[in-house]
């Protein structure tokens, strides 16, 4: 299963990258409080920490996407990226796994686990083949 699509590591990358910025990086860096209402989650008064948090985790995800799109090009540095993209989607399951289990996220934030542990399997599948 690991890497039996390897051979299409570059195109996955491309494809995470642009994804990554456009359905993360992007609108969660400019537009944090309409991102946190798309997913359901009850918006405080106080929206600072709220937006400043948002931004920062819009910033991390919209690097994520640029290096993947970097890392598409680069056979050598993929092996790298992969590894950490995967270390990314496990964490992102393990806390979105806690947040269900103490009922502390909207649904949406819920079902995004299985949206996680896809990405993590797709990962695993597009592994790069490592050259002999």
């Not at 699509?5 to 990086?25: A, C, D, Q, R, Y």
């Not at 798309?38 to 690097?63: D, H, K, M, N």
């Not at 990226?81 to 806690?98: P, R």
């Amino acid at each position: 299963m690991i890497g039996i699509w390897g051979n299409h590591s570059s195109e996955f990358l491309f494809v995470v990258g642009v994804s990554t910025l456009l359905i993360f990086g992007i609108p969660m860096a400019i537009w944090p409080i309409q991102w946190a209402k798309t997913l359901r989650w009850v918006i405080p008064s106080q929206t600072e920490l709220a937006v400043y948090y948002g931004r920062c985790l819009g910033c991390v995800a919209f690097v994520i996407g640029v290096f993947g799109v970097v890392a598409s090009g680069g056979p050598t540095v993929q092996p790298f990226y992969f590894q950490f993209l995967l270390t990314c989607w496990v964490l992102m399951v393990v806390v979105h796994i806690y947040g269900a289990l103490k009922r502390i996220q909207p649904i949406t934030e819920t079902y995004e686990i299985g949206f996680w542990f896809s990405l993590t399997i797709l990962t695993l599948m597009f592994w790069p083949s490592i050259p002999n």
